[in-house]
């Protein structure tokens, strides 16, 4: 799974639309949660990674009530405003792994607007009785857990004292 979801106006690569029925729903997630919604001109570079993010004098935080994406247009309504307000963008990027949503404005191609939960979302597997391995190796404690319906891997490395924490938990919780 990528970290990164991508959806532009009139590309024709084949994950286009799958990606932005993910950010849709994403999107719709959002509702009564309270993010956090910042500004910034692009620079005349065109390097984001110019852009500072640092919170600034107009940024917002507010409660995201009724948020949908109808057609490619995000709509919502800030704190249970009676007014939806909307943004049809030209891009969308995703960043999962951060939480954060950037929109890039049809109607003001030199802005980018940054959506984002104030705090960090992990994201969560469930695995139920997975394949598991274990070993010691150059010192550090090595878990492998494979789900074969999921096709997925997970290696988990341990240092010395983790791998301790680990044993005195599982000692603990046996005990009980």
Known sequence: ???????????????????????????????GQTITWQQRLIPTSGDLQELDWEPQKFDEQF????SQLRGITLYWRPNQASEERNITPSKLQLNLTE????????????????????RVVYQKLKLSNPQLAATIKDGQGIILLRDELKKLEITVTLNQESRKQLLK????TDNQ
């Open 1 to 31: 799974m990528t970290n990164n979801l991508i959806w532009q106006q009139n590309n024709q690569e084949p994950d286009n639309v799958n990606n932005l029925d993910e950010i849709a729903q994403w999107w719709s997630n959002l509702a």
């Open 99 to 118: 939480q954060k949503l950037y929109v890039f404005p049809q109607s003001q191609s030199q802005v980018l607007i940054r959506i984002s939960l104030p």
């Open 63 to 66: 409660s995201l009530d009724s």
């Open 169 to 172: 938990h599982l000692k603990t």
